[in-house]
């Protein structure tokens, strides 16, 4: 499983229910990583971002919702672990907000961290990777982002 998330130094993706901030350069390098890959997401997320075209989306919530076409719902990790046998040798992108990672975070094996550089005050924040992972690359984006990659620690 792949994090793929914008953070800011604090760690924070979010302050009062919005993602902190949105670069045009991030949005297309997501969109070349996660087209015709399954994305995973909470369901606030989903309500925020939307279904993404060209993409299977899996949506964790209490809620039983049906599946639609390229959705699908879990509450579980066993359930989680079913749907996405559909999806064979995809990659599966772990993308926000923070309580699907929190949930997740032990199965992250590699994380694609678009880190801006400043600190918004944002309100909802990710787990720090320093500990469990070890940091491979940082490239620049723009002037006020770079992306950092992660890979987990053996």
């Given at each position: 499983m792949?994090l793929l998330?914008?953070?800011?130094?604090?760690?924070?993706?979010?302050?009062?229910?919005?993602?902190?901030t949105?670069i045009?350069?991030?949005l297309?390098?997501f969109k070349?990583r996660?087209?015709?890959?399954?994305?995973l997401?909470g369901?606030?997320?989903?309500?925020?971002?939307?279904?993404?075209?060209h993409?299977?989306t899996?949506v964790?919530?209490?809620?039983n919702?049906?599946?639609e076409?390229?959705?699908?719902?879990?509450?579980?990790?066993?359930?989680?672990d079913e749907?996405?046998?559909?999806?064979?040798?995809?990659k599966?992108y772990?993308v926000?907000g923070a309580?699907i990672i929190?949930a997740?975070?032990?199965?992250?094996?590699?994380a694609y961290i678009?880190?801006?550089n400043?600190?918004?005050?944002?309100?909802?924040?990710?787990?720090?990777?320093?500990n469990?992972f070890?940091l491979v690359?940082?490239t620049?984006?723009?002037?006020?982002?770079?992306?950092?990659?992660?890979i987990?620690?053996?």
């Amino acid at each position: 499983m792949i994090l793929l998330i914008l953070a800011d130094l604090d760690n924070a993706i979010a302050k009062d229910g919005k993602q902190i901030t949105f670069i045009p350069e991030d949005l297309a390098r997501f969109k070349a990583r996660t087209t015709g890959q399954v994305i995973l997401m909470g369901r606030k997320t989903l309500e925020n971002a939307g279904k993404l075209p060209h993409r299977i989306t899996g949506v964790m919530t209490r809620k039983n919702l049906p599946d639609e076409e390229d959705l699908f719902y879990f509450s579980s990790e066993e359930e989680l672990d079913e749907k996405l046998k559909a999806y064979g040798d995809r990659k599966i992108y772990l993308v926000g907000g923070a309580g699907i990672i929190q949930a997740l975070f032990h199965r992250i094996e590699e994380a694609y961290i678009t880190r801006v550089n400043y600190r918004s005050g944002g309100d909802v924040k990710i787990p720090s990777l320093e500990n469990d992972f070890d940091l491979v690359e940082t490239t620049p984006i723009t002037h006020k982002a770079t992306e950092e990659h992660w890979i987990r620690k053996k």
